[in-house]
């Protein structure tokens, strides 16, 4: 059977996120949550302490652009000093307010510079999710295991994700990459934003791609401190 990982992006705050994670834990569903460490409320907080079937990613800091209009919260010309606290202060946040500890992260819009790259090592990041087309584009390298998205779940015209793609479109594309990838079909799923009747259709797609397709866990990501 094909392989393929859920991950969640832009979890944080007391919205449709926390529905649907509540969702994947409820039918044991394997689930990548990227985690924004500014945004983190106290429900959220309380629920991914206690999951079994949620691993938490860091992703990036507060998820805002430190130069407008770039979509990049730590690109290169961000001194590596300062990209180093900012991470460094989210993953603390995130392990205090979680007690894991977190050694995956997801970088804001997929997209990351080389140098921030080098401070993920430096703090001992075992893991990194961006995605596959703007990993290849950017050229980048690094000695943390890589796990990538290559299919995003909103439809490719909307710049905010408030509505989800029909299941078949994503099933095959799924079956397009399979012939050409090896590692599992890392699938992307924003829902913080969606409008009303395309919440419950979110929830079918995990439930109809989990039965169809293996789903895999990357253990060791988090672990109790």
């Not at 990049?72 to 202060?89: M, Q, Y």
């Not at 007690?99 to 995956?104: F, S």
């Not at 990041?125 to 390298?141: P, V």
């Not at 299919?151 to 479109?169: F, G, M, N, Q, W």
Request: hydrophobic share 40%.
């Amino acid at each position: 059977m094909k392989e393929i990982f859920h991950r969640l992006d832009d979890v944080g705050k007391n919205d449709f996120s926390l529905e649907f994670m509540l969702h994947c834990e409820e039918l044991r569903i394997p689930l990548l949550a990227a985690v924004i460490p500014a945004r983190l409320s106290a429900g959220v907080a309380r629920f991914l302490r206690d999951s079994q079937y949620v691993t938490v990613l860091q992703h990036g800091f507060s998820h805002a652009e430190w130069v407008d209009g770039r979509n990049d919260e730590f690109p290169a010309t961000r001194s590596k000093a300062n990209v180093h606290h900012a991470i460094k202060c989210g993953r603390s946040l995130l392990e205090d307010s979680i007690g894991k500890q977190i050694n995956g992260y997801v970088p804001p819009w997929n997209k990351t510079a080389q140098q921030t790259i080098s401070v993920l090592e430096e703090l001992g990041f075992s893991t990194i999710s961006g995605d596959s087309e703007t990993w290849a584009l950017l050229k980048l390298q690094t000695t943390m295991h890589v796990i990538n998205i290559s299919i995003d779940c909103a439809p490719c015209h909307l710049y905010l994700a408030v509505a989800i793609r029909e299941k078949e479109s994503i099933k095959e594309e799924i079956e397009i990459l399979k012939q050409n990838q090896i590692d599992p079909i890392g699938v992307m799923y924003h829902v913080h934003e969606l409008k009303p009747e395309y919440q419950r259709k979110a929830l079918d797609l995990i439930e109809s791609l989990t039965n169809d397709f293996q789903v895999v866990n990357f253990p060791g990501l988090n672990r109790e401190t």
